[in-house]
T-cell receptor
Framework: DAKTTQPNSMESNEEEPVHLPCNHS???????IHWYRQLPSQGPEYVIH???SNVNNRMASLAIAEDRKSSTLILHRATLRDAAVYYC?????????????FGKGTRLSVIA | GAVVSQHPSRVICKSGTSVKIECRSL??????MFWYRQFPKQSLMLMAT?????????EQGVEKDKFLINHASLTLSTLTVTSAHPEDSSFYIC???????????FGPGTRLLVL
């Protein structure tokens, strides 16, 4: 999987929006951008993924730069339950049956 | 939605004993499952790929005779840590891809403490 770079940690106030950046300057033209998060003492969970267009779901939004060399995961209103490590992972198409390769991710702290 | 379960959630054992961890896919079949290990403050590291009906594929540095994997059915994979030692204490997590999908579902993890 192509390399991604994320800040080690970020902090947010509760009920404020959070923008989690991810740089992936070596992304290939067909790589999808996936985001997973891991809450404390739990297994990771899928958050969102996209290719070129911005994506929205009930958990978050994914904004993808026009050159696709970076992306931003947006939590519109952070809650205490959003405190987790967020992982940005690039995946080639049709790779559902291959394992995920986790980097260090960004540890998000949410302050009440 | 798709769910992956693990059992037990937590286990404490004595050094030298073996521990079996189960990973089940609920409501979907998984011909492939993945086993990860996570030490405190570190990221998940892939240990092996579990294949239904065939041998598991281990990552470099993971001893296949120590970490026995059996994928007995389309919904169950087991990881047995044999002759466990304190350095095997870790958080073990399995995952399974939804057939035809691009996402993976992770189990809640099993915390192993070897005394």
């Amino acid at each position: 999987d192509a390399k991604t770079t994320q800040p080690n940690s970020m902090e947010s106030n509760e009920e404020e929006p959070v923008h989690l950046p991810c740089n992936h300057s070596t992304i290939s033209g067909t790589d999808y951008i996936h985001w997973y998060r891991q809450l404390p003492s739990q297994g990771p969970e899928y958050v969102i993924h996209g290719l070129t267009s911005n994506v929205n779901n009930r958990m978050a939004s994914l904004a993808i730069a026009e050159d696709r060399k970076s992306s931003t995961l947006i939590l519109h209103r952070a809650t205490l339950r959003d405190a987790a490590v967020y992982y940005c992972i690039l995946r080639p198409p049709l790779s559902g049956n291959t394992p995920l390769v986790f980097g260090k991710g960004t540890r998000l702290s949410v302050i009440a | 939605g798709a769910v992956v379960s693990q059992h037990p959630s937590r286990v404490i054992c004595k050094s030298g004993t073996s521990v079996k961890i189960e990973c089940r896919s609920l409501d979907f079949q998984a011909t492939t499952m993945f086993w990860y290990r996570q030490f405190p403050k570190q990221s998940l590291m892939l240990m092996a790929t579990s294949n239904e009906g065939s041998k598991a594929t281990y990552e470099q540095g993971v001893e296949k005779d120590k970490f026995l994997i059996n994928h007995a059915s389309l919904t169950l994979s087991t990881l047995t840590v044999t002759s466990a030692h304190p350095e095997d204490s870790s958080f073990y997590i399995c995952s399974a891809p939804l057939p035809g999908g691009e996402t993976q579902y992770f189990g809640p993890g099993t915390r192993l403490l070897v005394l």
